[in-house]
């Protein structure tokens, strides 16, 4: 597997970001992203890493044969999404 990612909420945000993160990596996942509408941000995790790149502004992975790009324009990903200080009620 070369990549996966979530989105987490706040019900499912430490399960995401210890349980599933280390269960991928371990089944040889490349990289797993956790993505935070709360902080707008996201998180790239890698094999062996003690804590994670956070990104605000934009976040790539090449695949592995180095052919294609998955770019993320982070800002826009969450344009329109309420931030984590606003009334989620």
Do not use: N
Request: charged content about 30%; aromatic content about 8%; proline content about 7%.
């Amino acid at each position: 597997m070369a990549a996966r990612g979530r989105i987490v909420s706040p019900s499912s945000a430490i399960y995401d970001r210890d349980h599933k993160r280390r269960a991928y990596l371990a089944l040889g996942v490349r990289e797993y992203w956790v993505v935070d509408p709360r902080t707008r941000a996201i998180e790239v995790w890698q094999p062996g890493d003690a804590s994670p790149r956070v990104q605000r502004e934009r976040c790539a992975y090449r695949t592995p044969d180095g052919q294609h790009t998955v770019a993320v324009d982070i800002p826009a990903l969450f344009r329109g999404t309420l931030a984590a200080d606003e009334d989620y009620c």
